[in-house]
């Protein structure tokens, strides 16, 4: 088993039918792979596409599994989670006004934190991934006012879990409100902008220097372990995929963050490694299975 109070994996529904996978299949697999700490999603447009009529029956088995398995799972709230097109808007609530809009997602959320508040292998909220980004995503909304409302109503919920809210991959500190009780760092290393792979500015020494000077606990919420090239990873060739992510970068990924001291680490690339197994190529996740023991 992969010790969940060290390393975690992002698991997105969205992203297992990108790859043409069944989500539960693929889950099963990272189960039986060892995995026993997840970041799940509860994406609005998923669970409530006509507004007040919920089915969360994909989200319910989702979490019965990692339960069933003795793991534990940080649960995202909010319109902005984790995968494109970033913000996962119902297309009902994004075709009403703005203040309409903000109460209707402020109910979503207390819909879903009341549902699974009572859940005992949830150990921690994750509150509007990378909130503040600007420059990512479609249909994109940044309203800090809300933010903080949100923030309120999860810690009037239930205020014994931790709401953990993240910073973008940069130079990001968490010095307005709200003051989440605990910060997630975005570790990227190798990107593809403006037509070329580019390494981030951003190393470890200066993850470890931002975390220094956060008072409160900090922890890597999403560790690039895939490809970012110039399509979508299901698009383009094994080559390709290798330029921006082979096994030596997963290795140097995993090794960089060890160093940050920011635990757990929850790695990014899950879907990624169960398709490639599929494909016959199963030294992406040894790498990953050596670089987490």
């Not at 990692?66 to 984790?82: D, F, S, Y």
């Amino acid at each position: 088993m992969i010790s969940p109070d060290r390393y975690g994996v992002s698991f997105s529904v969205k992203q297992c039918r990108n790859f043409g996978l069944d989500p539960a299949e693929t889950l099963a697999w990272l189960l039986a792979q060892g995995w026993r700490r997840f970041r799940l999603m509860s994406y609005w447009n998923e669970h409530e596409k006509r507004q007040g009529i919920y089915d969360f029956g994909e989200l319910d088995r989702q979490i019965a599994a990692v339960r069933q398995a003795g793991g534990i799972v940080t649960l995202c709230l909010g319109a902005k989670q984790p995968r494109w097109p970033e913000y996962h808007w119902p297309e009902w609530a994004w075709a009403i006004d703005k203040p309409t809009r903000n109460a209707a997602l402020l109910k979503y959320i207390q819909t879903v934190a009341e549902r699974y508040k009572g859940e005992p292998c949830i150990v921690s909220w994750q509150l509007e991934n990378e909130a503040l980004l600007s420059n990512f995503g479609q249909h994109i909304e940044i309203d800090r006012k809300r933010l903080r409302a949100e923030f309120q109503l999860i810690k009037r919920l239930d205020p014994t879990r931790p709401v953990a809210m993240s910073t973008s991959n940069g130079w990001g500190m968490p010095l307005r409100r709200p003051q989440p009780d605990m910060v997630g760092f975005s570790l990227y290393f190798t990107r593809y902008e403006k037509s070329r792979y580019r390494r981030t500015a951003q190393g470890p020494l200066l993850h470890a220097l931002r975390r220094s000077y956060i008072p409160q606990p900090v922890f890597i919420h999403e560790l690039q372990c895939e490809p970012w090239g110039p399509k979508a990873i299901w698009q383009m060739s094994s080559e390709e995929q290798a330029k921006s992510m082979a096994s030596q970068q997963i290795a140097y990924n995993i090794r960089a963050a060890q160093t940050i001291g920011a635990w757990p680490i929850d790695l990014w690339g899950g879907e990624w490694w169960y398709w490639r197994s599929l494909q016959g190529n199963d030294s992406i996740w040894q790498t990953v299975l050596e670089n987490v023991q």
